[in-house]
C-alpha cells in the first residue's frame, strides 16, 4: 500500500492522519485490503 510509505514518516500532529495509518497497517495484514480499495 502506498499509504504503508507515509505511515513510516515523523507524525505530523495529525491524529485523523495518524488513525488512518493505523487502519491502512492493520488491513494490510488481511486480503481484505484490494477488496476494500
Known sequence: ???QSVCKQPDTGR???HMHCSI???FSMF?????FE
Open 1 to 3: 500500500m502506498h499509504s
Open 15 to 17: 491524529r485523523s492522519y
Open 24 to 26: 491502512a497497517y492493520f
Open 31 to 35: 486480503p481484505v485490503v484490494p477488496a
